[in-house]
């Protein structure tokens, strides 16, 4: 095998842009799922609570695909996207996603309607739209982690635990983007409490799930590169100061400390930073594993942006 | 119905990067893109370290996972298992980019010029961007097919015509009396990522 440090190619292609997409997806579904689940468990109380997550839901996923659109080569083409959706995760999303809005969008529209609202006192109907609604939440929270992972040459995203690393970080910025605006518009403080308490409880869990994850990608060959990109490379600086440190040490102390005040709103903040950062350390760390052949290891050999950096400048025309 | 496939005889490859020209100037890809491409491979630690050139392009496989990522259909296999892309249907996802397992799609946002900064500028340069434009486009999926309107035409594919080493064999990997077919079958001929499950169709004949 070889002795010499090759590095694989990194992917470029999917960037800031489907990192902002793949985040606010996360706290758009996340936070209706929080909002259902509010509404499920707490009941009347907690209704201030559901409605701001439930209410929450669309604006976000709907500004979220907004990206995908942006970085679309052709986006003229782009009602073309749900046609295959047999074989790409691409066209199940987008079905799925769609499916989420719509859910959303009746829930939403019955839940805050201002001439008196008929789903606020009809509470099955209100729990079986939001049953359904949070089955659609909760698969494009998890879709980015399938389709990401479909792709095998990139070793570090073709894992099981993705899925489970976007839930995880998802529900928890979703809670975080609850807890923000009920600060603002006054749900108890006992609530806040309970609610950052949780929050709390999915930051550890989403700290053991993002260790598990990097140790498995370490201990691969094929994204070992990548794991080391992450941890030590180039993406260093977004990982530990932006996810670690912003994500999950600070917002976990804070919240610890009490769930109101200027430290919720501090944590909540930090901790939906530390969630695009996450994302977009993951995304940045995709590198396509090198090719092996005959005892080699194959790789391109870098070059310098300039295809022909000893041209010169052109005489302006 | 033929099935076409490639053979690239390592042995004989000497990494002059001749198929990477020739492709470029048959197909006037713009720069940064290379449907033809040669990766570098060394062994062992010095003094005893060995070199190797691979090269690559795309391997019109039989189970292309491109083919499966792309959600509006726009790639597609022809009747002879050529994978190609429909430019009216991409919208340019980047999927099948992440998809490839040997790296074979390039897509570019615009055509730029070899010149630093600005257009195209010569007739020459204007030419390509203009064919660029009417057989692959901008902000689509683009990647190599085998030179199908070359070969339609009655002409190799560019990169075999133009390997000075006569390191590339084209032909049906069907019928087991074609040069390809004798070549995997007696000179151990193997193909890139197997494991992947893709069933590529470019073999290559072991270095030594």
Known sequence: MSSVKLDGQVQTEWRWLIAAYLFLAGVGGGAYLAGVIADLIGGADWMTVSKIGVTLGLPCVLVG?????????TPTHAWRVW?????????????????????????????????GSPLADDASTRH??????????FLPVIHKGLLMGYN?????????????????SAVSTGIMAVTLIGGRLGVAESQLTILANIDVVLLVLELFVLVVFLYNAYRTVESRFSAQRILSGPVASAFWLGVIACGLVIPFFLELS???????????????????????????????????????EFARVARTKDPMPAMGKLPPS | MA??????????????????????????????????RVLRG???????TVRQALPVLCNQCEEPDCMKVCPTGATYQTDDGIVRIDKNKCIGCKYCMMACPYGARYSVEEYK???????????????????????????????CDFCIDRRAGGKDCACIEVCPAKARVFGDLDDPESEISYLIKTRRGFVLRPEVGTEPKVYYLPPR
């Not at chain 1, 047999?86 to 939403?108: D, E, N, P, Q, Y």
């Not at chain 1, 079986?128 to 939440?137: C, N, R």
């Open chain 1, 128 to 137: 079986l739209i939001g049953v359904h609604g949070d089955v659609f939440a």
């Open chain 1, 258 to 296: 009490g769930g109101h005040g200027v430290a919720a709103t501090l944590a909540a903040v930090l901790g939906l930073f530390g969630g695009l950062f996450l994302r977009f350390s993951i995304l940045a760390g995709g590198m396509i594993s090198p090719i092996v052949a005959g005892g080699f």
């Open chain 1, 65 to 73: 695909t907004m990206f995908l659109l942006v970085d679309l080569g």
């Open chain 2, 42 to 48: 060394e062994m062992g630690t010095y003094p005893s």
């Open chain 2, 3 to 36: 099935r076409y496939g490639m053979v690239i005889d390592l042995k004989r490859c000497y990494g002059c990067y001749s198929c990477v020209m020739g492709c470029k100037q048959a197909n006037h890809t713009p720069p940064g893109v290379f449907w033809s």
């Open chain 1, 152 to 168: 095998q040459p990139i070793a570090l995203w073709h894992t099981a635990l993705l899925p489970v690393l976007f839930f995880v």
């Open chain 1, 83 to 115: 046609m295959k959706p047999k074989t790409s995760w691409i066209a199940r999303g987008t079905i799925i996603i769609v499916l989420f809005m719509i859910f959303a969008a009746i829930h939403t529209g019955w839940l805050v309607w201002p001439f």
């Open chain 2, 113 to 143: 010029s070899y010149f630093p900064e600005g257009p195209p500028v010569s007739d020459y340069e204007k030419f390509c961007m203009q064919a660029w434009e009417e057989k692959s486009g901008n902000g689509v999926s683009t990647k």
